[in-house]
């Protein structure tokens, strides 16, 4: 059977995100009543490549595979061979030789995308610059879970056209809610890109000015300005998005039930205002702790176990 890869949502069709939900939670009610060990993948082993920082991805990643009676192995590329140049694909043969599933935390798409090519186990990635897939299942999870749908949804995703927002097209691409995208005007998505790798179907709709964008929106997105790898960029990227803060003048034009969601980590002051991501429209704690249950979902997608759960 051929193997299955979490490599991006462009490939993922609607019935897939639905069985990831399904099974997401299905887990997270059995959790919450005391079952944790739920033994699906007893026996089996996880290797995670990690080559950026990460707290919420490596963590829940690791409950969520323990959690179903398997392993995590957690591998800091500096600590591997690959620290001293061995390429992803060699790392691929290998490790799949040893492990049922891998997932890798990087830098370049095209990192992640060698690392499938070459491993003969599901690869799933954890991030890449261009693409940060697991969030956005686990953000549509919540706002499903909070507005009983995602379908017809107004989404307005507001700040940098980075990973987070090129993830979000993609789930657009498959599901049925309404996307606006809201930047500045030099910091838009790589749209030619998306469109090369076929991933474009259908563009969301483009509002430069966050205040018009948010006109009826039900769901507010952010992230930060500044990614990791950029910081040279700071200072002037700060100047640049202030008027694309996330505070309480801006949630005012939105719907009154508008929910607020940020992938985090959150740097209060900047992208969101620390009033706004503890107040009474923010779903961002609940958000962050779907990513555990959601991860279940994932991993038992990737190694077709998705249906067994009785």
């Not at 799933?124 to 995602?150: A, M, W």
């Not at 989404?155 to 049925?176: E, F, K, P, R, T």
């Not at 996307?179 to 474009?200: A, C, D, I, M, N």
């Not at 929106?217 to 202030?242: C, H, L, N, P």
Request: aromatic share 8%.
């Amino acid at each position: 059977m051929e193997k299955r890869d979490f490599l991006n949502l462009g490939n993922l069709n609607a019935e897939d995100f639905e069985d990831i939900f399904r099974v997401s939670e299905e887990l997270k009610e059995r959790r919450e009543k005391g079952e944790k060990i739920v033994p699906l993948l007893k026996g089996r082993f996880m290797g995670m490549i990690f080559e950026k920082p990460s707290t919420r991805t490596r963590v829940s990643f690791q409950v969520a595979m323990e959690e179903l009676a398997g392993r995590a192995i957690y591998l800091p590329g500096r600590d591997t061979q690959l620290g001293r140049g061995e390429t992803i694909g060699d790392t691929a043969r290998v490790l799949s030789g040893y492990l049922d599933i891998l997932l890798l935390r990087t830098f370049a798409q095209d990192r992640v995308e060698e690392l499938a090519k070459n491993s003969s186990v599901p690869v799933i990635n954890g991030l890449s610059d261009f693409l940060h897939p697991c969030q956005i299942v686990s953000d549509l999870f919540t706002i499903r879970e909070k507005k009983g749908t995602y379908k017809d949804i107004r989404v307005v995703y507001i700040g940098d056209g980075n990973n987070v927002c090129h993830s979000w097209i993609l789930a657009y691409q498959a599901l049925d809610f309404e996307l606006v995208v809201s930047t500045p005007p030099g910091f838009q998505p790589q749209w030619e890109e998306l469109e090369k790798r076929g991933w474009l179907r259908r563009k969301p709709a483009y509002i430069p000015d966050p205040y018009k964008a948010v006109k009826d929106a039900q769901v507010i997105y952010t992230d930060v300005w500044t990614s990791m790898g950029m910081e040279k960029e700071e200072k002037e990227r700060e100047e640049t998005f202030a008027p694309y803060q996330v505070n309480t003048s801006l949630l005012a034009q939105a719907a009154p039930d508008c929910l607020v969601m940020h992938c985090l980590p959150a740097h209060r002051g900047k992208e969101i205002t620390g009033e706004v991501l503890d107040g009474r429209n923010s779903v961002i704690w609940e958000e962050a702790k779907n990513r555990l249950h959601v991860q279940k979902g994932i991993i038992l997608w990737c190694m077709r176990k998705e249906k067994e759960l009785g």
